[in-house]
């Protein structure tokens, strides 16, 4: 069992910046990937950006340039900067953890992001 908190969303202006985190406990060593996806309001659940063990990102094309995802090993931690935000990012942001099949192991409590003048 993995279990995922989220924290770092709320209400930003556009072009302004968040960080999101997200801790990871429980059976660590089965995780293959971490990722975070979003859900817009009235719409289904998207991938924003991936990373594996190994390191390697890939990213929505919406995102490319202005998010960035991290992981911190010791803390069994990854991180989503957000950058340059606009207003079609606001969304529930949820933290999802994944293992080598792609299953899923654990979603996140899911954390709003809002971007409005």
């Known amino acids: 069992q993995v279990q995922l908190v989220e924290s770092g969303g709320g209400l930003v202006q556009p072009g302004g910046s968040l960080r999101l985190s997200c801790a990871a406990s429980?059976?660590?060593?089965?995780?293959?990937?971490m990722g975070w996806y979003r859900q817009p309001p009235r719409k289904g659940r998207e991938l924003v950006a991936r990373?594996?063990?190994?390191?390697?990102?890939n990213y929505a094309d919406s995102v490319k340039g202005r998010f960035t995802i991290s992981r911190d090993n010791a803390k069994n931690t990854v991180y989503l900067q957000m950058n340059s935000l606009k207003p079609e990012d606001t969304a529930v942001y949820y933290c999802?953890?994944?293992?080598?099949?792609?299953?899923?192991?654990?979603w996140g409590q899911g954390t709003q992001v809002t971007v409005s003048s």
């Open positions: 990373i594996t063990t190994s390191g390697s990102t």
């Open positions: 429980g059976s660590i060593s089965s995780i293959y990937a």
């Open positions: 999802n953890a994944i293992k080598p099949d792609y299953l899923t192991l654990s």
